[in-house]
């Protein structure tokens, strides 16, 4: 039937309004120049020499490190917490999910402050940390994914929730009624079912702690080879060398593009 109704109904194609043309073409030129900008003013022949320089790579490997670890964590907290709100009716159910998204509004640096005020020595569970465990997160490795964990998962959780919400109930039923247990059905039917909308909240939670910069810089700190990632590199390099600051942010430039181009068909796909 709605083939038949978009062959009978034709859509209309117009001349565009210059009204909303002009100030289209503005914002895109906005949003595009300052990327060219960064190829334009790259310093290509010297690329190579100075994506090998052991300040990069160490930079480079500790980022990719840091938000693998950062991503497995939010799978192992976040998956959960979607399928806790995806699927379970609770009283405050609302209220958690907005506290979910906080970390996507709240600016990162205040969200390092806050990491400080729980994980730090004097922190509301960072003292106990230190005293029980002899374990402290603040300007270390572990308090890098501990941040960027904090800013990304959200990012997964809307993902998974949104494909659980979407994913078809009676394949789960079906499962049950045939003996399955609840662990079973999950592992062996919804994860399946909802693969495609984890495996993009995965994508961009990883991207988002690849590129997370003020919660790292205020609870982890900026010391490189231990808690220098890539977005603290490029700001370090900015005051001494502009063109090894270019360099860096043409990598982090390429995992972006690359991570938008493998999200293609879920994200970039239209009429």
């Known amino acids: ?44 022949t010297t690329l190579p020499q100075r994506l090998t320089e052991p300040g990069a790579l160490t930079a480079l490997r500790l980022s990719v490190q840091t938000a693998t670890l950062a991503t497995v964590l939010c799978l192992l907290l976040g ?20 506290l979910v998204t906080v970390p996507l509004v709240l600016p990162p640096v205040v969200g390092g402050v806050a990491l400080l005020l729980v994980f730090g020595r004097r922190g509301l569970l960072g003292g106990w940390l230190d005293a029980t465990f002899g374990v402290t997160l603040p300007f270390t490795t ?32 079906a499962a049950a009624t045939l003996g399955a247990g609840r662990w079973t059905t999950f592992t062996h039917v919804t994860l399946p079912l909802v693969a495609p909308g984890l495996a993009a909240g995965a994508v961009l939670c990883w991207a988002r702690a690849l590129g997370e910069f003020g919660a790292t810089i205020t609870f982890a700190g900026n010391y490189p080879g231990r808690t ?44």
């Open 1 to 44: 039937m709605s083939r038949v109704l978009d062959t009978a109904v034709p859509r209309r194609r117009g001349r565009v309004p210059a009204l909303l043309l002009i100030p289209a073409g503005l914002g895109l030129l906005f949003l595009v120049l300052p990327l060219a900008g960064l190829v334009v003013r790259a310093p290509w």
């Open 79 to 98: 998956v959960p917490l979607a399928w806790l709100l995806a699927r379970v009716e609770f009283p405050g159910r609302r209220l958690v999910r907005a």
């Open 142 to 173: 572990a308090g890098v994914v501990l941040a960027e964990s904090f800013v990304a998962m959200p990012f997964l959780v809307i993902a998974v929730e949104g494909a659980l919400r979407a994913a078809d109930h009676r394949y789960e039923e």
């Open 228 to 271: 220098q990632t890539m977005p603290l590199a490029v700001y370090l390099a900015l005051e001494t060398d502009l063109e090894s600051a270019i360099v860096l942010s043409l990598v982090l430039l390429t995992v972006s593009v690359g991570i938008l181009a493998a999200l293609r068909d879920r994200w970039m796909t239209g009429p």
